[in-house]
């Protein structure tokens, strides 16, 4: 009956009578049709209500101000890679295995001799109690719950002697370097103290960034932010408490334009504590990596948010897994929102997948609940995905079940 209705749509639109008729709009309509988008006027009122990590983003930007979501929202100049991200997981498809036992599944994640619940790592994001005012330590106690990694930001909101607390065991702890060793070099000695037991180095923040749609929207926001906020780095900083005590006198920039090989050696011949290199996107970068004696990687493109070259981590994720050829852990972050989109990055060879915008809706919409309840999306998709791909742990998904769509 569909078939036969088309042909004769197809008879009138060749009818020069019914050029421009309202009969023709029909055929305008998406196929298949998207009976029940999500409306921004009919919000979820709790966690449990949401049905994807998607709900909890206008339910961020309704609660808080209009500066702080911008902050989250913002890529940078057209924000090509911001998208890019999301549309790389399309260039992939998942090939299922069928008649497998899948009625047990097992999505433990283990990492440098550590156990995981999950595959889903949070990644370091900064100035969390913009968004709630239990900011990291929320997202710490989540992490707790689902027993996930936690890396934390050098500018969390909250000390690295906190957040390893609140999570109960150690997470790893993210660097910024600054321009200067001393400082550095003191952070890194801090986190080692607090138990910290991995320092991941963020390589890709280099140049100021044009994060138009965070400066289109703080110009909305009402507010006076100088009362708060100061102007520049220096003030940014001191709100920040893992650097308090430290001379910041002479920093120009948290990420590094001085930052070469030469000082990650000698980070390397400094602390005690495996050391990861985050921002990678070539294999040629890869291999000096293995090189130089990291102890792993993460392919990042800061989720959009420091350069605009539109290429998506997924799309670089495979090259890099073969430079690397097994000699070293590889994680990836970056446009991560669905289970599929982890089960390709596992398959295609990642440890594990880091998110960072999906718990934050979940935290600026709900707090701590809102951050569990994405991971418990997060988690649940992944399972049903494994499932119907024939998995029934992570090490089975491998390059047999993914291949690029021709």
Same mark, same amino acid.
């Given at each position: 009956?569909? =078939?036969?209705?088309?042909?004769?749509?197809?008879?009138?639109a060749?009818?020069?009578?019914?050029a421009?008729?309202?009969?023709l709009?029909e055929?305008?309509?998406?196929?298949p049709?998207?009976?029940?988008?999500?409306s921004?006027d009919?919000? @979820?009122?709790?966690p449990?209500e949401?049905?994807?990590?998607f709900d909890?983003?206008?339910?961020?930007?309704k609660n808080?101000?209009?500066?702080?979501?911008g902050?989250?929202?913002?890529?940078?100049?057209?924000e *090509?890679?911001?998208?890019?991200?999301?549309? $790389?997981?399309?260039k992939f498809?998942?090939?299922?295995r069928?008649?497998v036992?899948v =009625? /047990?599944l097992?999505l433990?994640?283990e990492?440098?001799?550590?156990?995981y $619940? =999950?595959?889903?790592?949070? &990644?370091?994001t900064g100035?969390?109690?913009a968004?709630h005012?239990d900011?990291?330590l929320?997202v710490?106690?989540?992490?707790r719950?689902?027993n996930n990694?936690?890396?934390?930001?050098t500018?969390?909101t &909250?000390t @690295?002697e906190?957040?390893?607390?609140?999570? %109960?065991?150690?997470v790893?702890?993210?660097?910024y370097?600054?321009?200067?060793w001393?400082?550095?070099? &003191?952070?890194v000695?801090?986190?080692e103290?607090?138990?910290?037991e991995t320092?991941v180095v963020?390589?890709d923040v280099?140049?100021?960034?044009n994060?138009?749609t965070?400066?289109?929207?703080?110009?909305?926001?009402?507010?006076?932010c100088?009362?708060c906020?100061?102007?520049?780095?220096?003030s940014f900083?001191?709100?920040?408490?893992?650097f308090?005590g430290?001379d910041?006198?002479g920093?120009?920039?948290?990420?590094a334009?001085?930052?070469?090989?030469?000082?990650?050696?000698?980070?390397r011949?400094? *602390?005690?504590?495996r050391?990861?290199?985050?921002?990678?996107?070539?294999?040629?970068?890869?291999i000096?990596a293995?090189?130089?004696?990291?102890?792993a @990687?993460?392919?990042?493109?800061?989720? %959009?948010?420091d350069d605009?070259f539109?290429r998506?981590t997924?799309?670089?994720?495979?090259?890099?897994i073969?430079?690397?050829? %097994?000699?070293i852990p590889?994680?990836?972050d970056?446009g991560?929102?669905r $289970?599929t989109d982890i089960?390709?990055?596992?398959a295609? $060879?990642a440890?594990?997948?880091?998110i960072?915008r999906?718990?934050?809706w979940g935290?600026?919409?709900?707090?701590?609940? %809102?951050?569990?309840r *994405?991971l418990?999306?997060?988690?649940?998709?992944?399972?049903?995905?494994?499932?119907?791909v024939?998995?029934?742990?992570?090490? /089975?998904?491998?390059?047999?079940?993914?291949k690029?769509a =021709?």
């Amino acid at each position: 009956m569909t =078939s036969a209705r088309r042909r004769f749509l197809k008879y009138l639109a060749a009818s020069p009578l019914l050029a421009g008729s309202d009969l023709l709009a029909e055929q305008r309509l998406s196929d298949p049709m998207v009976w029940a988008p999500r409306s921004l006027d009919k919000l @979820i009122e709790s966690p449990r209500e949401a049905l994807s990590v998607f709900d909890f983003e206008p339910v961020m930007q309704k609660n808080v101000p209009p500066a702080h979501f911008g902050y989250v929202a913002t890529g940078i100049d057209d924000e *090509v890679t911001l998208r890019a991200n999301r549309e $790389g997981f399309q260039k992939f498809q998942l090939l299922p295995r069928r008649l497998v036992d899948v =009625s /047990q599944l097992d999505l433990t994640m283990e990492l440098f001799g550590r156990t995981y $619940g =999950s595959p889903v790592v949070l &990644a370091p994001t900064g100035s969390n109690r913009a968004f709630h005012d239990d900011g990291d330590l929320a997202v710490s106690r989540a992490a707790r719950r689902g027993n996930n990694l936690q890396i934390l930001s050098t500018v969390a909101t &909250a000390t @690295i002697e906190q957040a390893i607390e609140a999570r %109960g065991r150690p997470v790893w702890f993210q660097l910024y370097p600054t321009n200067k060793w001393a400082v550095a070099e &003191a952070l890194v000695r801090r986190s080692e103290k607090a138990g910290a037991e991995t320092i991941v180095v963020t390589v890709d923040v280099l140049a100021r960034q044009n994060w138009e749609t965070f400066v289109r929207l703080w110009r909305t926001d009402k507010r006076n932010c100088a009362e708060c906020h100061g102007f520049g780095l220096a003030s940014f900083v001191k709100r920040k408490p893992n650097f308090d005590g430290l001379d910041l006198a002479g920093i120009d920039s948290t990420g590094a334009t001085n930052l070469t090989w030469d000082f990650i050696r000698r980070l390397r011949d400094t *602390v005690k504590t495996r050391l990861v290199l985050k921002g990678l996107m070539t294999a040629a970068d890869a291999i000096l990596a293995v090189d130089n004696g990291l102890d792993a @990687i993460i392919v990042s493109n800061h989720g %959009g948010r420091d350069d605009d070259f539109g290429r998506s981590t997924i799309d670089a994720l495979p090259e890099i897994i073969e430079a690397v050829d %097994g000699r070293i852990p590889v994680l990836v972050d970056s446009g991560f929102r669905r $289970g599929t989109d982890i089960v390709k990055a596992l398959a295609l $060879g990642a440890r594990a997948v880091c998110i960072g915008r999906p718990y934050l809706w979940g935290l600026g919409a709900f707090g701590q609940p %809102g951050v569990e309840r *994405v991971l418990d999306l997060l988690q649940q998709e992944t399972r049903a995905a494994m499932q119907q791909v024939g998995a029934r742990a992570l090490k /089975q998904l491998g390059p047999a079940l993914v291949k690029r769509a =021709s």
